[in-house]
T-cell receptor, first 113, second 114 residues
């Protein structure tokens, strides 16, 4: 079975704090892809990152970083020095060798000034 | 480049009425997806097309829902007759036709059925 678990339903932080959003996935496939999307209060879904199962290198993009660990089936997302504009719902998603995206239930991040 | 375009952005209708949602994918993308988002069920894939052909419609809730893609630049999702439980945000997404390709989402249509 394929599944994505985002155990943190909601996280609240104060601006400038670092925050990590957890994502754990399940799949029996050796080839798969993992994604993170952001859904701000305006409602659109914004693509953040795509990672394939053969690339375990961590990635950093500005204040955003991602830690992919196959040993623990996790693909965690860290925001450094959070800002109010980071307030959103963040979705982790899994794609096997099909076109279907399997989404987690999302983590709502609230960043307070 | 223009992203995925959806119309209308908001739709309010009465139970029993027909509703048509529209989507224009990103130019050059071969795959198109329709999703529904609700608080209770999260993001659900309803149907997707490759090269204008429906590949998997197992997520379509029932016969009241239908989707078409008459050409590479246009798709519709129709609900007839609509019911209050159809109230949700409907997203269209598109991607290149290759395994694991990134799906880019439109802004969504917020449907309210009274």
């Amino acid at each position: 079975a394929q599944k994505v678990t985002q155990a943190q339903t909601e996280i609240s932080v104060v601006e400038k704090e670092d925050v990590t959003l957890d994502c754990v996935y399940e799949t029996r496939d050796t080839t798969y892809y993992l994604f993170w999307y952001k859904q701000p209060p305006s409602g659109e879904l914004v693509f953040l990152i795509r990672r394939n199962s053969f690339d375990e290198q961590n990635e950093i993009s500005g204040r955003y970083s991602w830690n992919f660990q196959k040993s623990t089936s996790s693909f965690n997302f860290t925001i450094t020095a959070s800002q109010v504009v980071d307030s959103a719902v963040y979705f982790c998603a899994l794609n096997r060798l099909t076109d279907k995206l399997i989404f987690g239930t999302g983590t709502r991040l609230q960043v307070f000034p | 480049d223009a992203g995925v375009i959806q119309s209308p952005r908001h739709e309010v209708t009465e139970m029993g009425q027909e509703v048509t949602l529209r989507c224009k994918p990103i130019s050059g993308h071969n795959s198109l997806f329709w999703y529904r988002q609700t608080m209770m069920r999260g993001l659900e894939l309803l149907i997707y097309f490759n090269n204008n052909v429906p590949i998997d419609d197992s997520g379509m809730p029932e016969d009241r829902f239908s989707a078409k893609m008459p050409n590479a630049s246009f798709s519709t999702l129709k609900i007839q007759p609509s019911e209050p439980r159809d109230s949700a945000v409907y997203f269209c997404a598109s991607s290149l036709e290759r395994t694991g390709a990134t799906q880019y989402f439109g802004p969504g249509t917020r449907l309210t059925v009274l």
